[in-house]
């Protein structure tokens, strides 16, 4: 029959050259990308932490300090500005007397004592205002007194009587000027039941 040619490799196309059976660095590396991505990842997040880091670095600006937290010697002063004197402060009394309150329906009389906390510097000025305008301090706190809520004056609700304070601090300040009066102290204030 007829016979066919047999192909016969090409000579120009070199022939691929085979390792001897115990050498492994001539096999081709098993996983190809797969093997490859977890170091192509790796390098990837460093230079994603080096750039984060340079720029909070760079753009990052150092804490401020808050205005409340400045430390103050013993001797008053605020990192040696100023003098001791400056600091010292005095109780002065504003009233004593009793007021009537009948906001929720019965007759509750609160035997009250106010005082404020004002600097040394301002004493006489704040005891000359309180003496010619005696009977405008007390309108106004007797007045405060009669609209308020019993519970807020007996302490259930408020025991440090802050809305009391406040409220005398804001009247004082109308009358004295802002800033003069630091704090205001309510040392007694008596409920008794009239009715």
């Known amino acids: 029959m007829s016979e066919k040619p047999e192909k016969k490799p090409d000579a120009a196309a070199p022939a691929p050259a085979t390792a001897p059976a115990g050498d492994k660095s001539a096999e081709k590396p098993k996983g190809g990308l797969l093997g490859k991505m977890p170091v192509l990842l ?3 997040m460093v230079i ?4 984060l880091f340079a720029g909070f670095k760079f ?5 401020q300090t808050a205005p409340g937290a400045e430390l103050v010697s013993a001797e008053g002063d605020k990192g040696g500005k100023g003098k001791a004197g400056d600091k010292k402060t005095v109780e002065i009394q504003v009233v004593d007397f009793k007021a009537l309150n009948r906001a929720n329906g019965r007759s509750i009389l609160y035997s009250t004592s106010i005082f404020v906390v004002t600097k040394a510097d301002n004493e006489d ?3 000359e205002s309180f003496k010619d305008n005696k009977a405008l301090i007390e309108d106004r706190i007797r007045t405060i007194i009669a609209e ?3 519970e807020k004056l007996d302490g259930a609700s408020e025991p440090g009587l802050e809305t009391l304070r406040r409220q005398v601090k804001y ?4 009358i004295l000027g802002d800033g003069v009066i630091e704090e205001v102290l309510v040392p007694q204030c008596i409920p008794f039941r009239t009715d």
Do not use: T
């Open 48 to 51: 994603e932490a080096a750039v």
């Open 42 to 44: 790796g390098g990837v």
């Open 125 to 127: 000025r704040v005891k």
């Open 171 to 174: 009247q004082l300040d109308g």
């Open 148 to 150: 308020s809520d019993p």
């Open 59 to 63: 753009l990052g600006s150092k804490p």
